[in-house]
């Protein structure tokens, strides 16, 4: 059974950083395509960075400059450094894997990042 566990969300004042970890287990993550999603109260999950096997990375135009995604696959794990951080951040960020041999696509449970003053 494939499981995604996000951790390192909380509260942050504008301006301050947070690292989001998600661990995998049940799957071999650099046999997928990684990513993280958010989803704000009242809007769509919207795709904020995503990062291929070979490292290639994409990012939605409102985090880039501010956020990197990476992934260490000897721990089976990907991250979501968050720098800069904005009141417009706020939300709940999802992990997500999707196996490139199965086409199998996964989720984690979500970690809530609340960024105020």
């Known amino acids: 059974q494939v499981q995604l566990v996000e951790s390192g969300g909380g509260l942050v004042q504008p301006g301050g950083s947070l690292t989001l970890s998600c661990v995998a287990s049940?799957?071999?993550?650099?046999?997928?395509?990684l990513a993280w999603y958010r989803q704000a109260p009242g809007k769509q999950r919207d795709l904020v960075a995503a990062?291929?096997?070979?490292?290639?990375?994409d990012y939605a135009d409102s985090v880039k400059g501010r956020f990197t995604i990476s992934r260490d696959n000897g721990k089976n794990t990907v991250y979501l450094q968050m720098n800069s951080l904005k009141p417009e951040d706020t939300a709940v960020y999802y992990c997500?894997?999707?196996?490139?041999?199965?086409?199998?696509?996964?989720w984690g449970q979500g970690t809530q990042v609340t960024v105020s003053s």
């Open positions: 049940g799957t071999i993550l650099r046999n997928n395509a």
């Open positions: 997500s894997a999707k196996n490139y041999y199965t086409g199998n696509g996964y």
């Open positions: 990062i291929a096997s070979g490292s290639s990375t």
